[in-house]
Nanobody, 123 residues
Framework: QVRLVESGGGLVQTGGSLRLSCAAS??????????MAWFRQAPGKEREFVAV???????YYADFVKGRFTISRVNAKKKVYLQMNSQKPEDTAVYSC???????????????WGQGTQVTVAS
């Protein structure tokens, strides 16, 4: 079993910044083989991919966050971060982290999910 707990969400104004954290725990988690990703879901909309980082520092981003968000991970601490800069109102959503054995942008490839943290960007 893998447990993922997000933190760092909150309310910011347009152009502001937030840093999200996700802590992984559990005997099934492996920093050597598991990719970690961020997804988000706004009310009434489908979950969408934000960013992913594999176990070897490879990162990939959705087009709408390139140049604004940065994903990073510290394997020794079993944590992944999402630094969000220049935020826009359309970034408002529940942000969830996920872990899986492969690093893709597809939610079905991730078996373990956190409960999410709310990010609200005011106009």
């Amino acid at each position: 079993q893998v447990r993922l707990v997000e933190s760092g969400g909150g309310l910011v104004q347009t152009g502001g910044s937030l840093r999200l954290s996700c802590a992984a725990s559990g005997r099934s988690f492996s920093s050597l083989t598991m990719a970690m990703a961020w997804f988000r879901q706004a009310p009434g909309k489908e979950r969408e991919f934000v960013a992913v980082a594999d176990w070897n520092a490879y990162t990939y981003y959705a087009d709408f966050v390139k140049g604004r968000f940065t994903i990073s991970r510290v394997n020794a601490k079993k944590k992944v971060y999402l630094q969000m800069n220049s935020q826009k109102p359309e970034d408002t959503a529940v942000y969830s982290c996920a872990a899986g054995g492969v690093g893709t942008s597809y939610p079905q490839d991730f078996n373990d999910w956190g409960q999410g943290t709310q990010v609200t960007v005011a106009s």
